[in-house]
Nanobody
């Protein structure tokens, strides 16, 4: 059973950089044919796919966020990380990490990965942006 656990600061000031971690247990992040995404849900809004890091370390980002986010991994710790720079109150959300088969890639026209068929999710971590 794969388990994902997000963690982060909870509260970030505007213009600062948000850093989140997702610890994965019960399975390796380098297991072939899987990819690990960051997804967020803001109050009153639907879920937004932010980006993904695949088993081979390749990364893809939502074009609307690409200039501000970075996804990395530490294979020795079996964990993922997400950084969001220059945060604003619009970045207030619950942030999730989730796993999906890498057989389906981001849409080549929109650059966005559809939020469906994710088989494992973390419980999410709440982030508030406020001074």
């Amino acid at each position: 059973q794969v388990q994902l656990q997000e963690s982060g600061p909870g509260l970030v000031k505007p213009s600062q950089t948000l850093s989140l971690t997702c610890i994965v247990s019960g399975g390796s992040i380098t297991t072939s044919s899987y990819a690990w995404s960051w997804i967020r849900q803001s109050p009153g809004k639907g879920r937004e796919w932010m980006g993904v890091i695949a088993y081979d370390g390749s990364t893809y980002y939502n074009p609307s966020l690409k200039s501000r986010i970075s996804i990395a991994r530490d294979t020795s710790k079996n964990q993922l990380s997400l950084q969001v720079t220059s945060v604003t109150p619009e970045d207030r959300a619950v942030y999730y990490c989730a796993r999906r088969s890498w057989e389906v890639r981001p849409n080549r026209h929109t650059g966005v990965l559809e939020i469906s068929d994710f088989d494992y999710w973390g419980q999410g971590t709440q982030v508030t942006v406020s001074s």
